[in-house]
């Protein structure tokens, strides 16, 4: 059932710029191709970062009326500032796992926190009244 | 009548009680600079400025602080939880417009000596839905040099007492 193992397709990109959190809860969206809407939401997923497996994604939910279905699921990653390439993986228990999508790069800049913006500023220490 | 009248002086004076606004402090005008001095074995205080905002990808977003941490040398860092907010910097105020003052005592003094005050901010992260969640994430921690001294007698010297004169 080769059908089934077609590659995810990044389609909603813009949501991973959730991931410029620090270890933030990051939801990610893909297209699946697979036989039903169901067969889509029971796949496991895992993602990989640069290649190495980074984790399964939770709460996985496949939605449409015909494949590819628009699929989105959880992850909890943690990136510093760089450039990564994720690729994500479908298996289906008992009958094999896909090959991987292809690549999406992400780029983390600089997190909005920490920022020098927003450190204690102006320090004074005075002694105090006796 | 004597009780309408104290009524009327009691609205009075929490009216004039409620109207009272400290003045900002001298940190949102100022630029402080060192070296700072305090008294050893005594607690001292800090005060500290915070933007009121801060960018977030380029869009300018309210800051959003929950409490602080405070260092002093190899101590066990402190969360001293939000300290005590003073009045806000004035929209006029130059360096610091609209910014958020603060002020901490501490609990016990240093010994004398030179010694380092590590200050930084924290708030909870949030979700994706932008609630917060339970992991705190911490700022750029600012390093503050300062010394401990014992406390110096600027005044005259104490008359002699108890003068004796011998034949």
Known sequence: ?130 | MRQSVILLLLVLGTGAVASVQEAPPQICFTTMSGPFTVTSGAPFNISWIMSDSVLENNVSVPSRVNGFYIQVDGDEKDDIGMATALTQCPSTAIPYPSDYPYTYKTTKGVTRGSHMLKISAWNYTLDSNGDPTTTRQESVVANIPFSAGDPIQYGPPVSPTNVVIFK
Not at chain 1, 49 to 54: E, K, P, R, S
Not at chain 1, 65 to 84: D, E
Not at chain 1, 109 to 120: F, H, Q, R
């Open chain 1, 1 to 130: 059932m080769a059908h089934r193992y077609h590659l995810p397709m990044w389609s909603f990109l813009s949501s991973i710029a959730l991931a410029l959190q620090i270890a933030a809860p990051t939801t990610l969206y893909w297209d699946q191709s697979a036989p039903t809407v169901q067969a889509a939401s029971a796949y496991v997923y895992t993602l990989y970062v640069n290649g190495l497996t980074n984790s399964t994604l939770t709460n996985v939910s496949c939605t449409g009326t015909a494949s590819p279905y628009t699929c989105t699921g959880m992850s909890y990653l943690t990136l510093s500032q760089g450039s990564y390439n994720l690729t994500l993986t479908a298996h289906e228990v008992g009958d094999g796992t896909s090959g991987p999508s292809l690549p999406y790069t992400l780029l983390v800049p600089v997190s909005p926190y920490p920022s020098p913006d927003w450190a204690p500023k102006n320090v004074t220490i005075t002694p105090a009244e006796q």
